[in-house]
C-alpha cells in the first residue's frame, strides 16, 4: 500500500512538473505569437508589392484562361478569393492578409509559434494524463484538474483546425495568452492536490457528463473569441465605409486590417457555436441522469444546474437572433457574449462562491 501511494505521489509530481514545463513552453509561443502580429505589419512596401503580385497575376491568369478556350495547353487557374456576406446589404469585404500580414518575415514567426504550442500542447496532455494515473479517475475531478484539462481541449481543437487548414492562425495569440492565465489561476489559486472523489461521483457519467462539459465549453470559447473580434473588426469597417470620412487609427489599421471580414469573423463564430450547440444540451441531460443516479432526483434546482440551463437558454436566443433579420450581425454577437459570460460565472461563480451540491472539494 505505501508503495502505491509512493507511485501516485511521484505521478502527481511529475504531472506538475510537465504543467509547468507547458507553461514555460507557452510563454515561447506567446512570444512568436506576438512577433508574428509585430514583424508581419502592413508597411507601405509591403502594400506596394502586393498590389504589384496582384497586377501581374491577372494579365497572366487571363491569358492561361484564354489558351485553355483555345486548346493551347494545360491551364492553371488560380481559385478566385471568396468574399462572404452575413447577410443582405452588408458590406463585402475580403479577408485580411492574417496576422503574418502578408510578409514571409511575420509567415515565419507564425510557424514557429505554431510548432511551439504544438509542443507545449503535448507536455500539456501529458500533464494531465500523468494526474489521471495519479489519482487512477477521470483527470477532472476539482476546479484544478478542470481548468487544465479544459486548456488542453481547447489548443487541441485549434491545432485540429488548423491541421485540416482552416485559416485560424489568427486565433492563436489570444488562445496561448487565455491559455496562460488559465493555467497560472490553476496551479497558483485552484490547484488541489491528488485524492478521491465523494462516494456520490465515483460514476462512469463522471467520464461522460464532464468530458462533454469541457469540450462544449472549449468549443463555445473559440466561438466567443471570434464573436469579440467580429466587433472590433465590424466597427472598423464601418468607420471606413463612413462617408464623413473619420478614419481608424494607426494601431487599429495595423491589427484589424490582417483578421478576417467580419462577415467571415460572424460565421465562424455561429457556425461553432450551433455545432456544439446540441453537445451542451446533451451535457445538461446527462447530468439530469447523474443526479438522479447520485441524489435520487432529476432536476433540484441546484446553483450549477440554474446556471447551466441559463446559459442553454442565453445559446438558444443567440442561434434564435441569428435567423432573425432585425437581430442579426452585433446585436446577435452581444447575444452570444452574454451567453459564454453566463458559462464563465457557471464555471468560476457558483463553483468558488456558491454553496452546492456541485462544489469542488478542496476549493
Known amino acids: 500500500m505505501n508503495i502505491a501511494a509512493a507511485a501516485n505521489e511521484t505521478l502527481a509530481h511529475n504531472s506538475n512538473l510537465l504543467v509547468y514545463s507547458a507553461m514555460a513552453v507557452y510563454t515561447l509561443a506567446f512570444i ?4 508574428e502580429w509585430v514583424f508581419g505589419s502592413r508597411s507601405k512596401v509591403a502594400r506596394t508589392a502586393a498590389a504589384l503580385t496582384t497586377r501581374t497575376q491577372a494579365p497572366a491568369a487571363t491569358v492561361s484562361a484564354k489558351a485553355a478556350q483555345q486548346g493551347g495547353g494545360t491551364a ?17 469585404v475580403p479577408d485580411g492578409p492574417g496576422a503574418a500580414g502578408g510578409t514571409e518575415k511575420g509567415d515565419l514567426y507564425g510557424r514557429i509559434a505554431v510548432s511551439l504550442t504544438v509542443l507545449a500542447w503535448g507536455l500539456h496532455v501529458a500533464g494531465v494524463i500523468t494526474r489521471a494515473l495519479s489519482v487512477q479517475r477521470a483527470p477532472w475531478g476539482n476546479m484544478y484538474e478542470f481548468s487544465t484539462t479544459f486548456a488542453a481541449v481547447a489548443v487541441g481543437i485549434y491545432l485540429l483546425l488548423l491541421t485540416l487548414r482552416k485559416n485560424v492562425r489568427w486565433i492563436g495569440l489570444p488562445l496561448v495568452t487565455t491559455v496562460l492565465l488559465d493555467l497560472g489561476l490553476a496551479v497558483s489559486v485552484l490547484y488541489t492536490a491528488s485524492d478521491q472523489l465523494v462516494p456520490a461521483l465515483h460514476s462512469y457519467w463522471l467520464w461522460i457528463h464532464v468530458s462533454c462539459a469541457i469540450l462544449s465549453g472549449a468549443v463555445l470559447y473559440l466561438g466567443a473569441v471570434a464573436t469579440l473580434l467580429f466587433l472590433f473588426r465590424d466597427r472598423y469597417e464601418a468607420k471606413l465605409a463612413d462617408p464623413s470620412g473619420k478614419q481608424p487609427g494607426a494601431f487599429a489599421t495595423s491589427v484589424l486590417e490582417r483578421l478576417p471580414s467580419a462577415a467571415s469573423l460572424d460565421k465562424f463564430a455561429y457556425r461553432v457555436n450551433a455545432t456544439v450547440f446540441p453537445l451542451w444540451t446533451f451535457t445538461i441531460i446527462a447530468g439530469a441522469i447523474w443526479a438522479e443516479a447520485a441524489w435520487g432526483r432529476y432536476w433540484g434546482w441546484d446553483p450549477k444546474e440554474v446556471w447551466a440551463f441559463i446559459t442553454w437558454v442565453g445559446y438558444a436566443c443567440y442561434l434564435h437572433a441569428r435567423s432573425t433579420a432585425g437581430w442579426k450581425g452585433r446585436k446577435a454577437a452581444w447575444l452570444g457574449l452574454i451567453a459564454f459570460a453566463c458559462y464563465l460565472f457557471n464555471y468560476y461563480g457558483v463553483n468558488i462562491f456558491v454553496t452546492g451540491l456541485h462544489s469542488y472539494a478542496g476549493v
Open 32 to 35: 512568436a505569437h506576438l512577433s
Open 76 to 92: 492553371v487557374l488560380e481559385r478566385p478569393k471568396v468574399i462572404t456576406k452575413s447577410a443582405a446589404g452588408s458590406r463585402d
